[in-house]
């Protein structure tokens, strides 16, 4: 799917990078300090997005941003279904 600025809500939060804490989105944005970003997947499998540049933004639906794995800092993630 390509990238529709559209797709973007103003549903989202600055997100704390967690082990254990829930903190799901359809995606993410990362603002201040390029890095990787480690996720959950909804089926549970832990992924790394490598090499986030500060203002990319990832289309991915997940159920938490991990702390071990993640660099990348200003995180924001969008938590509205895409248009």
């Given at each position: 799917?390509?990238?529709?600025?559209s797709?973007?809500t103003?549903?989202?939060?600055?997100?704390?990078?967690?082990?254990?804490?829930?903190?799901?989105?359809?995606?993410?944005?990362?603002?201040?300090t390029a890095g990787?970003?480690?996720?959950?997947?909804?089926?549970?499998?832990?992924?790394?997005?490598?090499?986030?540049?500060?203002?990319?933004?990832?289309?991915?639906?997940?159920?938490?941003?991990?702390?071990?794995?993640?660099?990348?800092?200003?995180?924001t993630?969008?938590t509205?279904?895409?248009?």
């Amino acid at each position: 799917m390509a990238y529709n600025a559209s797709q973007i809500t103003n549903d989202c939060y600055d997100c704390t990078p967690s082990d254990t804490d829930a903190n799901a989105g359809f995606g993410f944005r990362v603002y201040t300090t390029a890095g990787d970003v480690t996720i959950k997947t909804l089926a549970g499998r832990t992924r790394k997005v490598g090499s986030v540049q500060v203002g990319e933004t990832i289309n991915v639906a997940f159920s938490k941003i991990m702390d071990t794995g993640t660099d990348a800092v200003g995180i924001t993630v969008f938590t509205d279904s895409p248009v």
